[in-house]
Each structure stands twice: as structure tokens, then as C-alpha cells.
């Protein structure tokens, strides 16, 4: 197994120069970004962090702004920026610190490649929310080297003086103090960069600054390429329990002495303390290790089924001669950890990047892709680099390890925690759940609503009406979205209110359309019963009693009860006026007998209406209203106050009228035919049967043949129908017609033959003053023709002839 890691400790104590401790901010308005430091200088090996803190508007467009990705990048001139954990050559080594407005970069087993700029970058939900510090933070990756410069050449055996510096790209602290490796042996007493040594062909150099013993140079032999040195392919593994490592020397000078691994840790069960053993020979390694020889001096040590007790740090030891590669300087660090490999799916804008990831693993580490459990042999690179499908299933392998696969939540299921009935004041729970690696992330919605909450629980601890609704839940993680079924929140209540409303809101006119609505808060829907005043008109579910065509007599008080399996409540009432034009107006006059002249009269008339009618009295032929009210009075009624009145019933909804005739009768001719008449009727019955009886005793005696009688004794019919007259009387009264008091004349009758020679005695009274007669009765009148006036309160209509 190849791959390099730091433990926690190791990246605390890795070497760290900042450049430029001044902290940086970039932004423009509300967004921006500030870096801890312009540019860091970091020793190879060693681990970095990177920090900045970033900040956005609250509020945009209406909507509350979150952070939707954060991310680190190396900018590349043309190219998108690309999230670090993407790409191949920093998988493992590469983690995100993140919280409360700031991130940290943290980059382990530096190596010199990594020297870059970095820059930081956040995507909001707002529409062109995304945002990137600028200028980034530049890494300078480095190594400490020893600089020989010789003062003369070196001989067979020996060499004179030699200035030795200890250099680094990295500009270091004055005050820096530097340690010193002879042959791997500490040189306690030289603490500067500078040192002059007096040595022989066969020794090797090295040198590391104080309290970073871990990271030294690279051994440099003092004279040519060869000396005693040992360099360590890596200066950190950690590797799986059950798992195989190979630890590797790529060069020592091979001089015939003794050489083996040893591990320091292992001194207590040594036979010296200070004198290391061979680890193939420690019966705690029995049967697990091997060395591999090669040529060039290099050497490889393998344990398989590792223990956690194998982490240890091991070292390489050979001996020449006299000479002997002791442990001061550090070798290799085996961290020894439970298997935790697993796909890190990472979000791009190209869609979903993964990456096999493991807390011990490096990118050196060789991997196998599988898709939906096909392995995919072409993968062997930390990174897939296939297109990602959302319904597929993704996992990786190393060695014998294999990852949880990773996929796209399924469809998330939704679980109520109240069953039955829910009522108000009730505590319900909305539970969401699905299936999915990564782990998901929960929405719940209200339809037609923003989201409620990002938590798998959706809590009403005391629901309410207004909660009633159909809720859903959605699924998500890097790989995709789903979304749940709606689920029924049906809270169950009694009619809460309830208020009745008319349509239209108006007036209301006879004849019109109008309805009733009930309104009514209730669950499950509420049945009404409609009222007017305290009659029943319906029962049932309907909320809207209507009126087709409204009359008058449904004006009223109206009011609705609701009423549910778990309550009733009356509502207010409301009132219904019908509106409607005048009827036909009802006339009448007071005093009701005759109309004397000189008398006060009084026109009343009235209608049904609504609103109230307002009257308006006419003359016949005549323009101007005469009066407006119900009553017209006439004080002093006179000759010419006689003829046709209407009135008039006039509102807003329209108008009617009726008409009146008023005749004025004289006072002195009233009392004259009020007394006379009734004697004049008797003496005109009495002379008509003396008449008819001398007829008939005349009829009885014998008359000559050609007896002729005396003309002048005898009366012709003819002239008795010129001098003879008929009085009718008539006395009624017809509230719908105009009222008239009068006697009129009536033609006379004709008898048969054998009645001729009766004789009648016609009664003749002219009136003196025709003025006094009714008006529309001026055309001339026969001098014989009989008027009488009664003055009778008419109860029946009836005619007699005299």
C-alpha cells in the first residue's frame, strides 16, 4: 500500500509561515470575503489551513438569502472554478471546516505542487447570488536544503572546513532556531543557519528548525553522491486494520554490515534499550513481516494484518565498519485506523463529482469503481470519472474494503403521529422519511406555500382550523430531489361563526332575483336551516336560499342556523324591504252625500307603496297641479269647482292615478225638491187611477154608429206622448266610478193600441236657474222634462217609472 496522512498532532506541529499576517477583505456593498492572510509558506510534508469569513444580505427579492454550496479553488485562466475535493491529485488530503459565516481550507502532506493561490467561493438561492473572494490567499510549498560551500578540496580521508547553510524558499524569522544532523546524529550546540564543518568523505548532512524536528532536510553528503545516508520514500502512512503496508528506504550506502527494521516503541523488550533488534526476529510481528532487498540500497518492509498496536514510527539501521545509522532523525509514521472508506459525493456545475474517500487514504492508493455492483475496471483513480445517474448506486473498493454504496433518496414516505379524528388543539407530528446515502436533507411545504421548516418533523403542538390543508415533504442529498405524496390535514370543528348576506347588496325591487348566503366556518361542512322571523322556510345543505321573482310579502326578518355533528350557532338576522311602485290609487270625498255649494270638501286618496307615495292632484284640462298631499280640501265649493279630478300616486319605482267627478247642487233647490217631490209623486199616482177609472166607465157605455167624439175632449197619444213625461229616479253608488248626484231624465214609454185613449196628467217644473245645473248637461233641454235631486245616503241602486 502506497499514501501518506497526518495524524491530528502531526498537522498541529506542521510547519506554518505566514507570510503576511494581515487580514484581507473583498466585497463590494453587503457580499464580500475577508482572508486571514494574503500568503502562507508551508514545509513539504507538513499540513496548512487557509481561513476566511464571508457575508451576504439577509434579504432579497423578497425571500430570506441561505448559503446553498461553499467551496475552495485553484483558478485556472478560462475554466470554471472547480470545488478542490474534485480533483484527483488532493483526494484525501483536502478538508472543509465550515460554520457561521467562516471556512477554513485545511490541506494535509503538503507537497510542493500544492504551491498555488486559493480562492473561496459561495452560491446563495438568490438569483445571481454567487460570490468569490478576490485576490485569493497564495501556499508556497517547501523544503529545507543544505547549501555545502567547501573552502578547499576534499583529500583521500578527510576534508578541511566547509560552510554549511540551511535554506528554504520560505523567508523565516530572524529569530528561528535551527538544529543540526551529522550521520543522523543531533549536533546540540549549533543553533544557526550557518555551520562549519570538519568532515570526512563519507558523511552526510542534514537540518531541521527547532520545535519541527518531524520535517528535516534531506540528508546531503558532504563530498559527491556517496556517503551514509538513509532517505524514507514516505514520512507518513496510515493504513486499514486486517490490511498490508510497504514502508521503503530509497537509498543507504550498502557496505556489507549488519541492516534491519526496527520500531523504537518495541526498546522495552529489547536486550539493550539503546540497542535496536531486528523487527523480524519480535514475536509481536511473527509470521506478518517481510523485507525486500534491491538493488541500489533500497529496502522495503511489509507487515500484512495490521494491528492498531502496530502504529509506531520505523527506522531503517546498517553499519560499515565502524560507522553506524542510528535514530535520530525520524523515519516513517504507520498510523494504523479502522476501515472508513467511502464515496464523497461532491456538487459541481457540472453535476454531482465522486470521490473514494477515506480518512487514511491518498490519492496514491489504487481504487475500484463499481455501478449498481458492476465493477467498472477501467476506474482505478480516486475520482469516478463516468456521468453520474441519478437512479444508479455507487460505491468504491480498495484492496479488500469496499464503501456503502451512495444513491438518490427514494420517494420519502410520511407518517402522522395523531390517529383517527383530528381536532382542534390537538398535537400532531408530520414525520418524513427516506432511503439514502448520503444522508438527506428534509423540506416540508404546504401547498400552494413557502417551505415550513428543513426538519424531518413537521410539529403542530396545538393545531388549529386554519392548519387544515394538504402538506408534503421533499428528499434531497448531492445525488438528487424527491418529493412525497400529499398528505390530508383535516381538522374537525363545529361552525365557529355564522352571518347571512343578501345579494345584491341594494335595494331591493319587486320582481327582482335575490338571495340569502349563509356563511359558515365548520368542518365537516355545516347543514343550515333558514327562517323568517320564527317560521321554518328550508332545511338542508344549501347556504343560499334564493327568491326567483321577490314580492312584497317576503320582506321580513331572515336569519340562517349552522349546525354540525359537533356544534350549531344561529346568526344575526337581516332584513329583507321589497320595494315597489304605487297601486291604483283609491279615491273618496268627505262629506260623502251631496256636494252643496258654499261646503267644505275633502279629496282623500291613498295607495299601497314602497317606499311611501307621494300624491299630486289634477283637474281635468287643466295643466298645474291643483294640490300635493293625500288630502286637497276645497274650503268654499262652488259651481265651478264641479268636474273630473284624478289623482296621482307617484315614488320612485314608478306611478298611478284615479279619477273623481264632482257635481255642485244649489242650496234653495236642495230643500224645494226635498219636500216637493215626494207630493208631486203621490198627486201624479192618484190623478192616473181617477183618469183610469173614467176611462173605464166611459168605455162601458154604447155609442152610435159614426159617433164621433168631441176632439177637444179627446186626447191623440201623440200629443200625449209631446205633453207627458217620465221621471226616473236613480240613487246608487259605485266607489270605482265617478260620482255622480243627480236625477236625469228617462224616455218615454209606448203603450199598445188599446191604451191610447187613456189620459195622463203630465207635472212640469223648469228650473229657474240653469247655472245650477251639472256641468256637461248645458245643451237644451225639453221645457217638460222633470229633474230631481234626492239627497239620500245611497245603499241601493233602483229605478221607478211615474
Not at 444 to 457: D, F, I, S, V
Not at 705 to 727: C, H, K, M, N, V
Request: hydrophobic residues 30%.
Amino acid at each position: 500500500m502506497s499514501g501518506t496522512a497526518m495524524s491530528l498532532t502531526a498537522a498541529e506541529s506542521g510547519f506554518v509561515v505566514l507570510l503576511l499576517s494581515v487580514s484581507v477583505v473583498q466585497g463590494l456593498n453587503d457580499w464580500g470575503v475577508t482572508y486571514t492572510s494574503t500568503g502562507i509558506c508551508a514545509l513539504k510534508g507538513s499540513t496548512v489551513d487557509i481561513s476566511c469569513t464571508y457575508r451576504y444580505p439577509s434579504r432579497m427579492t423578497d425571500r430570506d438569502t441561505t448559503v446553498e454550496e461553499t467551496f475552495w479553488f485553484i483558478h485556472s485562466q478560462g475554466e470554471e472554478p472547480v470545488d478542490l475535493r474534485t480533483r484527483s491529485e488532493y483526494s484525501g488530503r483536502v478538508q472543509y471546516i465550515c460554520g457561521n459565516n467562516n471556512c477554513t481550507l485545511r490541506i494535509i502532506d503538503l507537497r510542493e505542487s500544492d504551491s498555488a493561490e486559493y480562492k473561496f467561493r459561495f452560491i446563495t438561492n438568490q438569483p445571481g447570488g454567487e460570490y468569490t473572494g478576490l485576490p485569493g490567499v497564495t501556499l508556497s510549498v517547501t523544503g529545507f536544503q543544505v547549501l555545502i560551500n567547501r573552502s578547499e578540496p576534499c583529500k583521500t580521508t578527510t576534508c578541511t572546513w566547509s560552510d554549511l547553510r540551511c535554506h528554504s524558499s520560505c523567508r523565516l524569522p530572524d529569530q528561528t532556531s535551527y538544529i543540526w544532523y551529522k550521520n543522523e546524529h543531533k549536533i546540540t550546540d549549533k543553533t544557526s543557519s550557518d555551520y562549519y564543518f570538519y568532515f570526512y568523505p563519507d558523511d552526510s548532512f542534514s537540518c531541521a528548525v527547532e520545535g519541527y524536528e518531524n520535517f528535516p532536510s534531506p540528508p546531503v553528503c558532504g563530498h559527491g553522491q556517496s556517503c551514509n545516508r538513509v532517505t524514507y520514500t514516505d514520512r507518513s502512512i496510515c493504513a486499514f486494520k486486517s490490511s498490508s503496508i510497504n514502508i521503503s528506504i530509497n537509498s543507504y550506502k550498502d557496505a556489507g554490515g549488519s541492516k534491519f527494521w526496527f520500531n523504537p516503541k518495541r526498546s522495552s523488550h529489547w536486550k539493550y534499550y539503546y540497542q535496536p533488534e531486528d523487527l523480524s526476529e519480535d514475536s509481536q510481528y511473527a509470521g506478518r513481516v517481510r523485507v525486500f532487498k534491491t538493488e541500489r540500497g533500497r529496502s522495503t518492509l511489509r507487515i500484512t494484518d495490521l494491528r492498531e498496536s502496530d502504529s509506531a514510527q520505523y527506522h531503517f539501521k546498517f553499519t560499515a565498519g565502524p560507522f553506524e545509522w542510528r535514530r535520530s532523525l525520524p523515519g516513517t509514521t504507520l498510523t494504523v485506523t479502522d476501515p472508513d472508506l467511502q464515496v464523497q459525493v461532491i456538487r459541481s456545475s457540472t453535476g454531482p463529482k465522486l470521490i473514494c474517500h477515506s480518512s487514511c487514504l491518498t490519492d496514491r492508493a489504487s481504487f475500484v469503481w463499481y455501478k449498481n455492483e458492476k465493477k467498472m475496471r477501467e476506474e482505478t483513480s480516486p475520482s469516478y470519472k463516468g456521468y453520474v445517474g441519478p437512479a444508479d448506486r455507487y460505491s468504491c473498493s480498495y484492496e479488500s474494503f469496499r464503501s456503502l454504496p451512495v444513491y438518490a433518496p427514494v420517494v420519502p414516505s410520511v407518517l402522522m403521529s395523531h390517529p383517527g379524528d383530528i381536532f382542534k388543539n390537538n398535537s400532531v407530528t408530520l414525520t418524513c422519511s427516506s432511503d439514502a446515502n448520503p444522508a438527506v436533507k428534509y423540506t416540508w411545504y404546504k401547498r400552494n406555500q413557502t417551505l415550513l421548516t428543513k426538519e424531518p418533523q413537521l410539529v403542530f403542538r396545538s393545531i388549529q382550523s386554519s392548519d387544515s390543508g394538504e402538506y408534503y415533504c421533499t428528499a434531497e442529498n448531492e445525488l438528487g430531489r424527491r418529493t412525497s405524496i400529499y398528505v390530508f390535514v383535516d381538522v374537525k370543528y363545529g361552525p365557529k361563526t355564522s352571518s347571512v348576506s343578501v345579494s345584491p347588496s341594494g335595494e331591493i325591487v319587486e320582481g327582482s332575483s335575490v338571495s340569502l348566503t349563509c356563511s359558515s366556518d365548520a368542518n365537516p361542512a355545516a347543514t343550515y336551516t333558514w327562517y323568517k322571523e320564527s317560521k321554518i322556510l328550508h332545511r338542508g345543505p344549501e347556504d343560499i336560499y334564493y327568491f326567483t321573482s321577490i314580492s312584497p310579502e317576503d320582506s321580513g326578518e331572515y336569519h340562517c342556523k349552522s349546525e354540525n355533528e359537533y356544534n350549531q350557532i344561529n346568526s344575526s338576522s337581516v332584513s329583507i324591504d321589497v320595494q315597489y311602485p304605487p297601486r291604483v290609487p283609491s279615491v273618496s270625498v268627505s262629506p260623502s252625500g251631496e256636494i252643496v255649494e258654499g261646503s267644505s270638501v275633502n279629496l282623500t286618496c291613498s295607495s299601497d307603496a314602497n317606499p311611501a307615495a307621494n300624491y299630486t292632484w289634477y283637474k281635468e284640462d287643466e295643466d298645474s297641479p291643483k294640490a300635493s298631499g293625500q288630502i286637497f280640501t276645497i274650503t268654499d265649493f262652488r259651481p265651478e269647482h264641479s268636474g273630473n279630478y284624478y289623482c296621482e300616486a307617484q315614488n320612485r319605482r314608478g306611478r298611478h292615478n284615479s279619477t273623481l267627478h264632482l257635481i255642485v247642487v244649489a242650496g234653495a233647490w236642495k230643500s224645494i225638491v226635498a219636500v216637493t217631490v215626494p207630493v208631486i209623486l203621490l198627486a201624479i199616482a192618484l190623478i192616473s187611477v181617477f183618469l183610469w177609472i173614467i176611462k173605464k166607465r166611459a168605455s162601458e157605455q154604447p155609442h152610435g154608429a159614426g159617433e164621433t167624439s168631441d176632439s177637444s175632449e179627446r186626447i191623440q197619444p201623440a200629443e200625449l206622448q209631446d205633453d207627458f213625461q217620465y221621471a226616473s229616479v236613480r240613487f246608487c253608488q259605485n266607489p270605482g266610478d265617478p260620482i255622480y248626484y243627480n236625477i236625469r231624465p228617462v224616455q218615454p214609454q209606448r203603450y199598445k193600441e188599446e191604451e191610447d185613449m187613456v189620459e195622463y196628467a203630465a207635472v212640469t217644473f223648469n228650473s229657474a236657474n240653469t247655472a245650477q245645473r251639472p256641468r256637461g248637461h248645458e245643451a237644451v233641454e225639453d221645457p217638460a222634462a222633470l229633474y230631481s235631486t234626492v239627497n239620500k245616503t245611497p245603499q241601493k241602486c233602483g229605478k221607478r217609472n211615474l
